[in-house]
Structures are given as C-alpha cells and as structure tokens.
C-alpha cells in the first residue's frame, strides 16, 4: 500500500543532495578519518568540516561566524547545551544573574530544561503566547530584569507553525542585559531568518532533509558558554567527542539546496498550504488552529487544524489506514493521551486541543496528493 507522508516538521524525507555528499565521503580518502588526528588525512577531515560550517553559517546569517559553530547530535542536544551551558556560563560571569526565561511553547527538549535549572540554582519564568501563539514583546519585557541570564524563544513552533517575532524580542531581552537563544529547527531552511540580535540559535538536519542524528548550535564568541560534556576537548572544548564528518557534510548540503530556492520553494508550498487550508475548513467540523494561516507570520509548509468532534489519536488512525501519514501535535509527546501543552497556553480549550492534526509538508508533495488527502480527511469527518 502507497503512503503519502505528510509529518516533514516531525521529520523531512531524506535529499538526493544528502545522498550525494554522503557517497562523496564514503569515496574520500579521509573517509571514517578523526578530524582531530594531526596528520595529512585527519586534517583534510578537518578542512571539510570547516567547510561545513562556512555553509551553514552562511545559510544562517545573521554575522554569525565559522568557528560560532558547535556540531551536536541534533536538535535536543543542542537546545540542552544553549539552556544549561549559556545559563551556568553567564552567571559564572555575574552571580547576580540567576534567572532563565522560556516560553510556554517551547519543544520538550527546552522546557524539560526547567527543572534542572531550578536544581542548579536557577530561577524559570515562563512567558505565555496570546490566543494566535505569539509571544507578545511587552509579556516578555513584563518578565525581565537585571537577574536574568538568558532568553529562550523558538523562532517557529513545531506545532502550529506560528513564527515569532524574533527581532523585537531579542532587541528586549538585551534591554535587560540577558542573552538570548532560539530553538530555530523548523524555520531554518523553511524562512529567511532574522538573527542579527541573537546570541545563540539551534539547528538540525533531518527536518529539512537531512540525516537523523547531526544537528547544529550557533554561539556567538561573545556569548558565555559553560560545556555540558566532558573529555576530549573538541569543538573548542564546547562539545566533547568525535565529530561525524559525514553527517555534517550532507548537513551542509541540504541547507545550501534550501537556502538557494528559499524564495521560490517558500512561495510554491505557502500557496498549496493556503488552498489546503481552505479546502479542509470548508466542512463545519474542522477549523484553522490560528487566525492567520499563510504569511510571514506563519511557517509554509505547516497546517494546523481543529477538529472538535473527534479525539486527533482515532484521525491519525484512520488516516494511517488510508495511507496518509500525519501527525496529532509534536512527534516528540506522541502516545500522551493529554492535550497539547502549546495549545493548551494558547487558552484553547480541552476538546477542541484533543482534536488537533498537524499536515506538515515541502515542495516534494504535489497538489495533486494533498487534495487526495484533503478528501480522505474530509470523508472521515463528515
């Protein structure tokens, strides 16, 4: 039986570009090499390291430079070592700056951050979305003051694909004095990113296409850092552990293929979400999760809808077996039988949030399969 996979925010399809630079590895002399050895191989395993991070920082922009990036196995790890490394370095600094501040939205990889943060010493404020899930500049500014080490404010949400307003609220946090991070793993390759005033910003490969397990952590030099690994001392000691090569040159890859089309792919997969929006909110029964669907103020590529008279666990189900791979929320949080914490801060209640579908998707899906899908879920509500 087909499937048509429709979850790319919970993981993207693996690139030919991937492949490519995968093979083109494997054909290296300095293939399975240690990037850290000081002879002839080990430092040509260095110099394509290297040059992957001058892709990815170029792709980023924002003035970050090569040596900001920390090579980490992925999203998760790299939101740990922004969170509990930026928060111990600064106060190592400063030991009046005590206090972490995250929203209500994060990925569980930021928010179960918290708890271990109070362990270690730190105060956690958490700052809530308004109804649209966007955390408004005055809500974060209300939070803050001169103990506050570091901000944390994802760039767009795994869940609804509501993008924050980054710009203005890393311009507040340092009002304050206090860094900021952002959790960038679904908007990186997706949208033009605006990071002029962010210190810190976490990356991965898989979500755009890459393989599962190399991710990204950029740091500017200027941002206090205390490693949460330790032995080996690479990636300037920041990261212990052997470097995989591999994983980063297809990395680099697929963000050098997304960045190139940004624009044009943005415009294609925005306007088939938009006409997917409208094809599924036609029915009474489903409604957009957001008031604003399509735009700069929401990710392409991500629909997220409410369907009140029905549990998302029994949709996903049913769409599974009509061969449509979707997801209730966050795939991170799956088998929870509790509604979406990211909906529920948003002030949406209990059995609309437990009827929630995420259709996530790039410009490898058609117009053609999402309209199959669209009438596969409509038959199945109605």
């Not at 048509?4 to 090499?33: C, H, I, M, Q, W």
């Not at 939101?79 to 700056?97: C, F, M, P, S």
């Not at 003051?145 to 890393?170: C, F, K, W």
């Not at 009827?355 to 490898?364: A, K, Q, V």
Request: proline share 4%.
């Amino acid at each position: 039986m087909p499937y048509l996979y429709l979850d790319y925010a919970a993981s993207a399809p693996t690139r030919p570009s991937a492949l490519l630079a995968e093979k083109t590895y494997e054909n290296s002399a300095f293939a399975g090499v240690n990037p850290n050895s000081l002879h002839t191989l080990g430092r040509q395993a260095a110099r394509a390291l290297d040059a992957a991070r001058r892709d990815l920082v170029q792709a980023a922009g924002g003035g970050f430079r090569t040596p900001d990036v920390i090579f980490t196995s992925g999203g998760t790890e790299g939101n740990n070592l922004a969170l509990l490394g930026i928060a111990e370095g600064v106060r190592q600094k400063d030991h009046t700056r005590t206090v972490v501040v995250m929203s209500a939205i994060e990925h569980e990889s930021v928010l179960d951050t918290a708890p271990v943060l109070r362990d270690r010493g730190f105060d956690v404020r958490i700052v809530k979305p308004n109804r649209q899930g966007k955390i408004e500049p005055q809500a974060l500014s209300e939070l803050l003051d001169v103990s506050v080490a570091l901000v944390s404010i994802m760039y767009a949400n795994n869940e609804t694909g509501v993008v924050q307003p980054i710009r203005e609220l890393s311009q507040v946090a340092h009002q304050y004095g206090a860094f900021f991070h952002t959790d960038a793993v679904q908007a990186f390759g997706r949208i033009a990113l605006h990071l002029d005033d962010v210190d810190a910003l976490t990356i991965t490969a898989h979500k755009l296409g890459g393989p599962i397990g190399i991710g990204a952590e950029l740091i500017r030099s200027r941002t206090p850092l205390r490693p949460q690994s330790y032995g080996g001392g690479q990636e300037q000691g920041r990261r212990h552990g052997t470097q995989a090569v591999r994983g980063a040159l297809a990395f680099a890859a697929v963000a050098r293929e997304c960045t190139e089309r940004l624009s044009a792919t943005q415009n294609t997969v925005s306007m088939r979400a938009d006409h997917l929006y409208q094809r599924l909110c036609a029915s009474r029964k489903i409604e957009p999760t957001t008031s604003t669907v399509i735009g700069d103020d929401h990710l392409p590529g991500t629909v997220s809808i409410l369907v009140p008279s029905m549990d998302s666990e029994s949709l996903v189900l049913a769409l599974d077996q009509a061969g449509f791979e979707v997801s209730a929320g966050s795939a991170c949080s799956s088998g929870s039988l509790e509604p979406s914490h990211v909906l529920s801060a948003m002030g949406i209640s209990r059995q609309k949030a437990l009827g929630s579908l995420r259709i996530s998707f790039d410009e490898r899906v058609s117009e053609e399969e999402l309209e199959s899908f669209a009438e596969a879920l409509l038959g199945l509500v109605e």
